[in-house]
């Protein structure tokens, strides 16, 4: 089945910088890969996906880009802000196949220092 | 309406009651789940409900016990819980299952099993 390795579990910059976040897949057939931003307490928000039709996607300060060939997406925050300030969750499924369900990264923890 | 809603938001029960936990929403969505998550981990699916029949039961314990009465609701029932199923309990619903688009979390509900 599908395993989704994320890196860094944890993740400290300062506001204004950048912030990377990478995940990796293992099953070629997996096509959908969401983020989540999860602040304490409070529900895992979708903040941006992207499909295997697409190289790149930007929302804002949000970027994401996948590379099918090696099998890795990566989360892109520009201009940190501490509201940024949260658990990421990267997550693949394969949309309308046998592997129907979001299989989640072990998440990242992302402090923005003012 | 685009959002999932849960109630209660938290609740704290011996390992003697029933309770249960209800989830609703009005997206017009045929495919709802329950995940399960612990504190620093990502959400872990216990169950999908897709068109109101149970599509994935990923071997959750029968002190859980899911229902779908309509295609708006989802409830999980909870009977004889141990202190370890304290967990933060997440509803999703999605359009379609398999996963066509995008799942939304609901805000959870905070359980304690004392």
């Known amino acids: 089945g599908e395993n989704v390795e994320q890196h860094p579990s944890t993740l400290s910059v300062q506001e204004g910088d950048s912030a990377v976040i990478k995940c990796t897949y293992s099953?070629?057939?997996?096509?959908?890969f969401p983020w989540y931003k999860q602040e304490l307490g409070k529900r895992p928000q979708l903040i941006i996906d992207?499909?295997?039709?697409?190289g790149e996607k930007k929302d804002q300060r949000i970027a994401v880009t996948l590379n099918k060939t090696a099998k890795h997406f990566s989360l892109h925050i520009t201009e940190t802000q501490p509201e940024d300030s949260a658990v990421y969750f990267c997550?693949?499924?394969?949309?309308?196949?046998?592997?129907?369900?979001?299989?989640f990264g072990k998440g990242t923890k992302l402090s923005v220092k003012p | 309406d685009t959002e999932v809603t849960q109630t209660p938001k938290h609740l704290v029960m011996g390992m003697t009651n029933k309770k249960s936990l209800k989830c609703e929403q009005h997206?017009?969505?045929?495919?709802m789940y329950w995940y399960k998550q612990k504190a620093k981990k990502p959400p872990e699916l216990m169950f999908v409900y897709s068109y109101e029949k149970l599509s994935i039961n990923e071997s959750v314990p029968s002190r859980f016990s899911p229902e779908c009465p309509n295609s708006s609701l989802l409830n999980l029932h909870l009977h004889a819980l141990q202190p370890e199923d304290s967990a933060l309990y997440l509803c999703?619903?999605?359009?379609?299952?398999?996963?066509?688009?995008?799942?939304?979390f609901g805000p959870g509900t905070r359980l304690t099993v004392l």
């Open positions: 997206m017009g969505h045929r495919a």
């Open positions: 992207i499909r295997s039709n697409v």
């Open positions: 099953d070629s057939a997996s096509n959908y």
């Open positions: 997550a693949a499924s394969s949309l309308g196949g046998s592997q129907g369900n979001l299989i």
């Open positions: 999703a619903s999605s359009q379609d299952y398999p996963l066509l688009n995008e799942q939304f």
